[in-house]
């Protein structure tokens, strides 16, 4: 028994210092789950073209990817992450304090956050910001009071909306898409309404109060998993979904697109910027790792390629909203020749 | 005895239990009745999943292929340059061979759209493996892209108005066309268990999550058997009884008992963050369910060497024989076919595992299969766990598909398990 054991601990000390010591010859990424998919694509991709050992991708979400990228320089640590907003001061803080000092910030395109439903819904739905918040803010002004959300029917909110239940199926908290729809949706709408217009309120509380989603019913935290929301929204013409652009993209047929403030969620309405819900995309890499990790400069060379970001490209037709010719070609100058991202 | 008499007339015995009969068969009618309804109840949420998932889930074990003379044109891929060339354009060429009428660029590339983007690759292979065919025709049969799978399994609704859909009027003509041909088959799916993860769904397959998973179980059988039994025997014949190992007998009850998603934590703070390990290593990923499975061992172990009568130990020891040939000569041979039978339940839940393995980044986009237990790989419940938030439509079936293939290997594990004990073990 006891030499059992001793050969399993063994065995597994043995396997530790091998995974440490043994050299990482692909490149691994972490971050956004709404870069994810281009990311993805990128790397296989280059893994075809290539025949470069496949990078490893994972899906961490920005926040999470952020501080494993921030953990440092070397082989243990990542090359790449990707992010669905820029990165914060004190993100960057962390990466300084742990020798990450020369990064090189790409953005490479955007997503629109698109509000979609059935196209059974034979409606012609067009709602400003404002009614967004009226429909799915926590509180909300009534008659100039700040109160909980009263509203159930579209037509208590405005009298040309159909008189049907506000059932609206989002992301949850720990979501960046939640995250980017309450900052973009919901605090401006917020700030639409006359009350808080008029009010002379700072952002401080507009953060406090406007933030919050209902938890009465009418919005359905439906869980990260954007499929299953267009599968409920199939079922129920009436309800709404909210989700990255490029799951409305892919289900055209089945789904279309609620106009916010007149303007339908389109490819070139979001990279104008007409459309009000769409966020810029980003990736970050280490420069210390350019050069050091095999392939990592040709793997990024593939993610700047035309091929991949030019309008029509692979990552289009993945849902990428593309940048225009200019910046396109700025990005690619400051990406390829590792320019460093300014401190902030 | 005489006060009996004097009260009012009681009822004799007999006749209490016929009053109270009805009553009984009332309740005995009544328990089988609700034993029977939560077992249909059971039976039919079981049947709804496993039909719901066999509803959407064949679909993915057929792809649609299509069929193509290619003429692998030396202008396009000269044999110097290989392993680059133009090979999506011959793959593209050979198709608009059989749609007459298609020579705009724009036409051209909506045709080439048909065939998945994997054709191209096949095509590359083939030749580099064998450049000796550059300059003649052969015959190849590729996957077509997503949408057009779609179609031919009557999955987009050719009703939409084209607005709408994936697939425009003139895509769909040139497919039908090519149906009427003969060119479009519909074969098993071969590529979800030969494949590699991958974004395009026609290409995507389970072999890493597979072969991921496979390693992943043996690391954790190879920690958690013999550490397992290792303390199942200490505890059970040499431990003396008292309150330390009262306490450790608690703790390893309590600890079969913790959710999985802790000891995955565990696993991100020591096996990543003290001791450096690599994210995303099946290795990593079968200690963590070692950790998992060690317990539920420990306690199958106990029970089973509980279950070997006192008499066997006595004989054992009354001819001579000392502690440890007891143990290992007698009580343990006895006690394996329960031992087994709880260690194949207990690799069963590891395999079925989900939340341990995404802390440890278990949930990567990896488009190669792993050789070794140190590379990085996916499991497949994660593997499930990142197909269900593809936005392509084929991944919906393919999803589906996945949990089958794993419900499967679940059924296959417990079938072992009660075979094991049916056949092995001894009743006293």
Known sequence: MSRIKVTASALAIAAVSATAASARDEIRIVGSSTVFPYTQAVSEQFANNTGAPSPIVESTGTGGGMKIFCGGIGEGHPDITGASRAMTVSEYELCTQNGVTDISEAMIGYDGLSMAISRSNSFDWDVSLGEVFLALGAQVPVNGEWVDNPFKKWSEIDSRLPDVNIVVLGPPPTSGTRDAFVELAMHAGCKELAYVKDGGFDSAWVNENCSRMRTDGPFIEAGENDNLIVQRLESDPNAMGIFGYSFLYENLDKLKGVKLAGVDPEFDTIADGSYPVSRPLFFYVKNAHRGVIPNLQEFIEEYMSDDALEPGGYLTERGLVPLDAESRAALQDSVLNAKSMDAK | ?428
């Not at chain 2, 057009?148 to 009703?159: H, T, V």
Request: glycine share 8%; aromatic share 8%; net charge positive.
């Open chain 2, 1 to 428: 005895m005489t006060d009996i008499a004097a009260g009012p007339r009681r009822l004799s015995s007999t006749e209490t239990v016929r009053a109270g009969l009805g009553r009984r068969k009332r309740h005995q009618i009544m328990l089988q009745g609700l034993g029977l309804a939560a077992i249909s109840f059971a039976f039919l949420m079981l049947a709804t999943l496993v039909g719901s998932l066999v509803m959407t889930g064949h679909k993915a074990f057929t792809q649609t292929h299509i069929t193509l003379d290619v003429y692998v044109d030396p202008a396009e891929i000269p044999a110097a340059g290989l392993p680059r060339g133009g090979f999506r354009d011959v793959m593209t060429a050979a198709l608009a061979e059989r749609i007459p009428g298609v020579e705009s660029r724009a036409e051209l590339r909506a045709l080439g759209a048909i065939l998945s983007n994997g054709a191209q690759f096949m095509l590359r292979d083939r030749i580099v493996a064998d450049p000796s065919l550059i300059g003649q025709t052969i015959t190849m049969r590729v996957p077509v892209s997503d949408p057009y799978d779609q179609l031919k399994k009557g999955l987009i609704d050719r009703e939409t108005p084209e607005a709408f859909r994936r697939v425009k009027d003139q895509e769909i003509a040139w497919f039908d066309t090519l149906m009427a041909q003969g060119a479009i088959t519909e074969p098993f799916n071969w590529a979800l268990f030969r494949n590699a993860d991958s974004r395009f769904p026609e290409l995507a397959g389970l072999k890493g999550a597979l072969i991921g998973s496979a390693w992943a179980l043996l690391v954790c059988f190879l920690i958690s058997f013999p550490l397992g039994i290792g303390a199942a025997i200490y505890l059970e014949e040499f431990a003396p009884k008292n309150r330390v190992s009262d306490l450790i007998e608690v703790n390893i009850n309590n600890l079969a008992a913790v959710p999985s998603v802790v000891f995955g934590l565990l696993a991100l703070a020591v096996f990543l963050g003290w001791f450096g390990m690599q994210r995303s290593a099946p290795f990593v990923g079968g200690l963590t369910l070692a950790l998992m499975t060690m317990p539920t061992i420990i306690i199958a172990t106990r029970a089973a060497l509980k279950a070997v009568p006192p008499s066997i130990r006595e004989a054992a020891l009354g001819v001579g024989a000392s502690r440890h040939q007891v143990v290992f000569g007698h009580v343990l041979p006895l006690a394996m076919p329960g031992i087994l039978t709880g260690t194949i339940i207990g690799l069963a839940q590891a395999l079925g595992e989900t939340a341990p393995l995404l802390l440890i980044g278990m949930n990567a986009f990896i488009t190669s299969a792993p050789s070794t237990p140190f590379d990085s790989a996916t499991a497949l419940p994660t593997q499930i766990f990142i197909w269900a938030d593809s936005p392509e439509r084929g991944f919906v079936s393919r999803t589906s598909a996945a949990i089958l293939v794993l419900l499967t290997f679940l059924v296959v594990m417990n079938a072992l398990a009660i075979f094991l004990r049916n056949r092995f073990e001894r009743k006293w």
